[in-house]
């Protein structure tokens, strides 16, 4: 990565790195095989991520159950969230990779977004400490959260409820397929109530939970919900 590549994502983020080599080793896809990549700081910034959120939610909503917080939690740290994030930091055009994964459109790949998301919030944690981490989750989490105060309970639950309400079978979700790149996965779920009308319905995400998420939605929508 050239010089004033750095120069421009440091801006972009906010934070100089007093060490850089973290955030090279923050955006080096696995597939350049060098002796550092991604994973390690991924691992890391996961956690840091689920950290800041989870203090974010207690208070912001300091009268919720920890079910309720935990739903939020679940939707703001999963995969989709961090996609988000790392196309409005534009952070695709900085992800150091392979010509063929370049190719391959790897630099909008979901997988591969999300990951240096993750990688990219442990480097910034371990170049900065957690205020700069923070900082950096607060700008580009911050509509999320907002669309979280909006949301009462996610599908599956609603499903759950509409049927328990009606003394019916719980949901059960059966795994169709899987297909895709092992970092870029695409899961098909199938959702079955054996009395409700409109038979069972399917729904397709980048792991198996937003699967059940969509199948469930798609349901709720068959039934007038």
């Keep these: 990565m050239a010089e004033s590549d750095l120069e421009h994502l440091q801006k972009a983020l906010g934070h100089r790195f007093t060490r850089p080599e973290l955030l090279i080793e923050a955006l080096s896809h696995p597939s350049i095989e060098s002796d550092l990549d991604y994973n390690g700081l991924e691992f890391l910034g996961d956690r840091v991520l689920g950290l800041v959120i989870a203090s974010d939610l207690r208070n912001k909503f300091p009268h919720a159950s920890a079910g309720d917080l935990a739903l939020r939690f679940n939707a703001l740290v999963r995969k989709e969230s961090c996609v988000q994030a790392a196309r409005a930091a534009e952070l695709g055009s900085h992800v150091i990779m392979s010509l063929g994964e370049a190719q391959a459109g790897g630099a909008d790949k979901p997988g591969i977004l999300a990951d240096a998301c993750e990688a990219l919030i442990g480097a ?59 970092h870029d996965p695409t899961f098909t779920v199938q959702v079955d109530i054996p009395e409700a009308e409109g038979g069972p319905q399917t729904g397709q995400g980048s792991s198996r939970r937003a699967a059940e998420q969509n199948a469930a939605a798609t349901m709720l929508k068959a039934i007038g919900q």
Excluded at 149 to 170: F, G, T, Y
Aim: hydrophobic content about 40%; overall charge negative; charged content about 25%.
């Design 124 to 182: 910034l944690y371990l170049d900065g400490g957690m205020d700069v981490a923070s900082t950096f989750i607060h700008k580009f989490w911050a509509t999320l959260v907002e669309e979280q105060a909006l949301v009462e309970k996610d599908s599956k639950s609603a499903l759950q409820e509409w049927a328990h309400a009606r003394a019916l079978n719980p949901p059960t979700y059966t795994r169709v397929s899987r297909s895709g790149a092992d």
